[in-house]
């Protein structure tokens, strides 16, 4: 039996979300902060006679559509290798929450077969053939908290991963991407630079610096979406918002208590929820199977 790799495919939440302006080719010029949370699918791949990828959620495509899938045909193309793998893919990050689930998978089956083929390719290449994936992959190559700007590729690597607790709910709801976009008003760019609001700003401030545009379209679609946001500041968050295109929402907390109580509030009520400690940093070895 063929060796077996093992890796951690993490969450991202979006701190700020500016939509700068629509560009003529119908994609959005962005500015946006992308930080980690502790929320991972598992990924065990091996070699096979045929490329299959069998997953928990029954709703995540597996066939050609999916990221991994295209992942391993652009790396095929990119650096000449071949073959077929099974992939098994324990599904933890729910789809269309804004938390970037499927570019995270790409990306991290890139670093797999990185060390599967034993090519030692360097991150910042990989997350150039991920770029043509999905704007979100380069920065799940990485794994570092940076400014995406651009269409989100162009990547500024600053540490601003916030060292307080943060509670992530999904309420359920699948939030299209395209549809999202296409709901948002641009609003230019930050007044402030948006390394400088992550970086000098404490994040009780946030709440009058930072902005998502995609946040008033969704809303307005999904009531919930806007409720939990309330309930958090409600809770005493210092900073809430919608991640990316929602429809998740993070409340960030100061106090661990405070924290805890929110998180199982949302387990309560039957969301899906996750609470994240301070100053995380997302594992991104690849690993083999004992």
């Known amino acids: 039996m063929s060796d077996i790799f093992v890796a951690r495919s993490y969450a991202k939440i979006n701190l700020g979300l500016f939509i700068r302006e629509r560009l003529p080719n119908g994609y959005h010029d962005i500015e946006t902060g992308f930080a980690f949370i502790d929320m991972s699918d598992r990924l065990e ?11 928990n959620d029954p709703g995540v495509p597996t066939g050609k559509d999916n990221l991994i899938v295209k992942a391993i045909t652009a790396f095929h193309q990119r650096y000449g290798t071949s073959g077929y793998f099974d992939i098994s893919l324990q599904k933890t990050i729910p789809a269309g929450a804004g938390l970037g689930g ?16 034993e ?28 400014i995406g700007t651009g269409t989100g590729t162009a990547l500024s690597f600053v540490d601003f991963q916030p060292d307080f607790h943060i509670v992530t ?39 009058y610096l930072l902005r998502n545009d995609l946040e008033p379209g969704v809303i307005s679609r999904y009531h919930h979406v806007g409720n939990i946001k309330d309930q958090f500041y409600d809770m005493g968050a210092l900073y809430a918002a919608m991640s990316g295109s929602g429809s998740a ?31 995380f940093r997302p594992k991104h070895g690849v690993y083999l199977k004992a």
Not at 185 to 202: A, K, Q, R, V, W
Not at 250 to 275: C, H, M, P, V
């Open 119 to 146: 090519l030692d390719i360097p991150l910042n290449e990989l997350a150039e053939l991920g770029a043509a994936l999905g704007a979100d992959v380069p920065v799940f190559v990485r794994a570092q908290t940076a």
């Open 169 to 207: 709910v999904w309420p359920g709801i699948h939030s299209n991407t395209a549809e999202a976009y296409g709901l948002c008003e641009p609003g230019g760019p930050p007044e402030i630079p948006l390394s400088e609001i992550l970086t000098e700003y404490e994040p009780d401030e946030w709440n």
């Open 249 to 279: 929402v993070f409340g960030i907390f100061e106090q661990e208590l405070t924290a805890t109580d929110s998180y199982k509030y949302f387990l309560q009520l039957q969301y899906r929820a996750n609470l994240t400690p301070p100053g």
């Open 45 to 55: 791949v091996r070699r096979a006679e045929q490329t299959r990828i069998r997953c």
């Open 102 to 117: 499927g570019s995270s998978n790409a990306a991290v089956m890139l670093r797999l077969l990185s060390r599967i083929y």
